[in-house]
């Protein structure tokens, strides 16, 4: 009986440990590694990182978290929300991930370098149920890549570099590749507003090497951003531009992003040659209207050191750059904010205020203030209208009435009902209230009727 209790006690104390040792983890936030060369997605207020290697030991790792950006937060205060344990995706870096699927809220996962040999060359990962699925792509033969950027489309189709696959009925097909740049790795993807897509840099050599404190290349060279390549995703076919002004020096490894009007792209970081004697050597902005290079002003309490092989999003007003090589987390945030609302200035912070950025709050202030001045417009003309028809309803009722009484008089004084066409005397000055998107913002005006006189008012569309 004494050794029944003593066994009896141990076991409710490796309980209680136990115990213990879950609740101390749920308290104690997670901090994920220093990673680079991982993948960043948002969807959904939630920007997803998954993989990626360890910047002090090039180690790949495991993880999978996100940063929930549906609420205010300081880049030195970081909430990150670990989702490790339900990820089957193997430990692997340099793999390539957008947002697609038929309602657009699913991410997609390709390819990547892995020493799993049991690795699928697509998953996907459904945020609504958190739930990973590897996916069986029918069409044509494809090979595992990495260090591509991958973009998808505005009708669901994944590009890659010599291939697309669709991310909603999970078939590959093939693009055209007539004039189509030289192949290459680490560079930069964006999609355009009007479903093309815009190559930028990277590199071709495989022996090229980069100092690990400045990021330069010193041996080897990127390749030039002289020339851009632009691929249109509707005719499937290339056409390369040549830019001018201040072009960035050769590099790769850097991020893009499409600016908040649509009509400039930002690149920032990388590793790269030369850089030409420019004060700035991380951050340029690619005008599209002209193709023009130039390097933005700007301001903020700290500028961050440059870093490489990080990710970049367009988030509210920021330009978020997740992790990356080259920085010190002593120094620097896992997450840098670069607030892009104003393209005369952009600022460095480390504040995030999800509201609306400043270009749409002014777009929707002119919008609504356009509203308000047609529903003025539209009251003041159904004044008129309805003082005018009143007035001439008025003279035409006196002089019918004159009339009655005439014929009423003529009837030896006895009162004579007037007809109509139904069982009920119409309001001759009735509104109806009618609620058709199809007449946005129009008030339309009918004619004498049998109904009687009516005004038929179309609401704007909300």
Known sequence: MFEYNNVKKYFLLWILLQVLVDVNCQLTPFKPSRIYR?????????LYILGGSEASTNNLVKEFFYLDVSIPFNTQ??????????????FHNDAMSAKGGAKNDTLFLYG??????????????DPQHSVWNSQEITGINTIRKSSLTGVIDYNGKFYLWGGVTNTI???????????????RYYYGATLLPNNKIIYIGGVDDLTSA???????????????????????????NWDTKITTGKIPSNRDGFSTILGLDGQRIIIYGGVFNDPG????????????????????????????????????NAISKYMVITFGYGYNRAVDSDILLLDISNNEEYVWTTSFDPSVPKSSQTSNNSSDNSKMVGAIVGSLLSGIFLSVGGFFLYKWNKKRQSQNNINNYNNYGQEKAVPTDGSKNEN??????????DYYGQEVVTAPNNDGFKFFKFLNKK
């Open 77 to 90: 205060e970081l909430s990150w929300k670990d989702l490790s344990k339900i990820s089957i995706v193997p």
């Open 277 to 312: 004697g420019y004060v700035d050597t991380t951050l340029y902005v690619l005008d599209l209207t002209n193709f023009n290079w130039d390097i933005p002003k700007i301001t903020g309490n700290t500028i961050p050191k440059p870093r490489a092989w990080h990710k970049a």
């Open 210 to 236: 980069f100092d690990a404190e400045t990021l330069y290349i010193n041996k080897g060279t990127a390749l030039s951003l002289k020339e851009v390549y632009i691929y249109d995703t509707i005719n499937d």
């Open 428 to 437: 001759m000055t009735n509104h109806e209230v009618v609620n058709n998107d």
């Open 38 to 46: 991982h993948t960043a997605t948002f969807i959904d207020n939630k």
């Open 112 to 125: 990547g370098f892995t020493d799993v040999l049991t690795m699928a060359l697509v998953y996907t990962f």
């Open 169 to 183: 009925n999970f078939s590959w097909g093939k693009g055209s590749s007539v004039n189509a740049p030289t192949k």
